[in-house]
DNA sequence: CCAATTGTTCAATAACTTTTGAACTAAGGA
DNA sequence: TCCTTAGTTCAAAAGTTATTGAACAATTGG
């Protein structure tokens, strides 16, 4: 019950960037790198998107080398393959999440710019 | 007789990374790098393609704001957009540039890897 | 002026990508 | 067991991108 995942020398520049060029994929990698550390499943991500274009977007994203998916009981919990991608492609991830950062072109996971706490 | 080009603070992380996720605009990209400083025309790069998919290809780039295009006589002049490109998203272009530097599933400008003089 | 050089534009086609809804599988809880 | 939750798969439709050849424009040199 693994999903297949590329391993770290079979990632490929061109296809790692073509993935990244969809703004629903990089607003799925910024807030992967917002919450680092932090698992997240695919319904985290249904601000996006509908379930199915997910399921859709969230493969490309694996099968390029830039997530890891691990299925546990009937979630999919999900992770920025950071160590991967920085020991393929030094500075690459860093330098797309800091441009992506700021960019209010991009779809956002909570709706909003900021957390606005009371 | 200007061709048009986006300002700097028109140029979209995603168009660009998009753009990039070509083998053929890698290409292109990684031959304008290793001659910065010398401006190009189109039929440098016709090993990477016919001439009219490069006018297509090299359209891309400008359009997303990655090369700049200087009409001279009868040829456009192609230089790198480095300093916009480091201004709006630091670190990308270098991290992108070492990432393909050693990339053999890249297409070639010279047809081969490494300039053997006798 | 004539021809060559450089590159663009256009229309056609082929190939790929994105999005959708309906149907499906697999695990977990009541 | 039955229902819910989480996510995938499939096929269709829509949209986009890449590639080609023929025709075109503009500049340069003879």
Redesign the interface.
Known sequence: MTLPHPNTDQI????????????TR?AIVRYLASKEGVPLNCSQFLDLGSKTNLSYHLAKLREAGVTRAEVVGTSRLITLRRDDLDA?????L???I???GD?P??PMVGGHDIEVPA
Chains 1, 2 share one sequence.
């Open positions: 490929s520049l061109p296809i790692v960037l073509g993935v990244l060029g969809d703004p990089l393929r492609f030094p500075g690459l860093d330098s797309v800091a441009a992506a960019d072109a991009l």
